[in-house]
């Protein structure tokens, strides 16, 4: 079993920035991908950033130059840096793990961006 835990999220105003974190509840260092998604209501859940094993990087186009994935595999821990937020940024932030053909989600932390 793997078990994540997000946290960082908060209210932060248009131009700020915010660190994301995932913490795993074990080893981290064998899996192969793992992925920050956002859903807000309505809407589907859609990929923000995603990093390999071998720390390959994608991020969605709406992100790109200021959003900034990273893994720790000594900590267990993914992050977002997300810099230069926006209104659309608000989301419910999900940290994603793929491992041995399943899907491990966290429960989300809320981002909220005002103007």
């Known amino acids: 079993q793997l078990q994540l835990v997000e946290s960082g999220g908060g209210l932060v105003q248009a131009g700020g920035s915010l660190r994301l974190s995932c913490a795993a509840s074990?080893?981290?260092?064998?899996?192969?991908?793992m992925g920050w998604y956002r859903q807000t209501p309505g809407k589907q859940r859609e990929l923000v950033a995603g990093i390999t094993r071998g720390g390959s990087t994608t991020y969605v186009d709406s992100v790109k130059g200021r959003f900034s994935i990273a893994r720790d595999n000594a900590e267990n821990t993914v992050y977002l840096q997300m810099n230069s937020l926006k209104r659309e940024d608000t989301a419910v932030y999900y940290c994603?793990?793929?491992?041995?053909?399943?899907?491990?989600w966290g429960l989300g932390t809320q981002v909220t961006v005002s103007t």
């Open positions: 074990r080893s981290i260092s064998s899996i192969n991908y």
């Open positions: 994603k793990a793929l491992s041995s053909g399943r899907d491990y």
